[in-house]
């Protein structure tokens, strides 16, 4: 029998502040589908929140239809080109007519190379995301969508816990000029996709989450849509 992929994210998640929804994320699935083939999937390590509140957000100081996106409500991703170059997936969160999102910084790719997609725009790359998934719908009738975390990763989540550590590191945002004082990335140490790591933590000889995400590389290779 064919396994299912863990079901979606509903708008109800994503109807929360950025601050909160960020490191929720952490561990949950991004999937892409395409046509008849098997969904790409992978881990989500790495998180950023934006508010319209503070200066780093792209909504910070006023509305334009570059940033239109971004006021919409919860459950939509906002794709934006920086530099001219690499793609920036987020999700928009909270509420309408309020700036505010999560920038999906980097994915774990199981059985794939542990830093193909350590960064925003490889990420975006990886997955094949553009100006075209701006606004979409998180969703899986549009082919692109988030889902909880399976079993495996909550159980590494627990098992982290039990130990006594702190499966997240919440820390300083990077890649940004203002608002750098708020803490507002969280993810996931026992990865070693994360894009770049705060100072003195090292990065993990063993990747758990690898580890443990090794048995599931078979199994949703055929998935079917939740």
């Known amino acids: 029998m064919t396994a299912r992929l863990p079901a979606a994210l509903e ?13 929720d994320l952490v561990g ?20 950023e929140a934006y508010a319209q509140s503070e200066p780093a957000c792209h909504g910070h ?35 309408s007519d309020w700036a505010s999102g999560v920038l999906l910084r980097a994915v774990a790719l199981p059985g794939g190379p542990e830093r193909e997609a350590a960064g925003p725009g490889l990420l975006a790359r990886c997955f094949g995301i553009d100006r075209r998934h701006d606004g979409r719908i998180a969703a ?19 098992r ?13 945002r990077i890649g940004i000029s203002q608002g750098q ?17 705060a100072g003195g933590d090292r990065t993990p000889r063993r990747d758990e989450l690898a580890t443990a995400l090794a048995s599931t590389v078979g199994s949703f290779a055929g998935s079917r849509m939740p």
């Open 61 to 95: 100081r006023r509305r334009s239809p570059a940033n239109e996106t971004l006021f919409a409500e919860p459950g939509r991703f906002y794709v934006y080109l920086t530099y001219g170059v690499h793609h920036c997936v987020n999700l928009v969160t909270d509420r």
């Open 181 to 197: 004082e708020l803490p507002w990335r969280w993810y996931l140490r026992a990865s070693r996709s994360v894009s770049r790591r």
């Open 160 to 172: 982290q816990q039990a130990r006594g550590e702190d499966p997240l590191c919440q820390t300083q």
């Open 28 to 47: 949950c699935l991004l999937v892409h589908r395409e046509g008849p083939e098997a969904p790409r999937w992978g881990v989500i390590v790495e998180t």
């Open 140 to 158: 899986p009738p549009g082919g692109l969508w988030l889902a909880h975390r399976p079993a495996e990763v909550t159980a590494l989540l627990e």
């Open 11 to 23: 708008v109800p998640f994503f109807a929360r502040p950025a601050e909160q929804v960020a490191p």
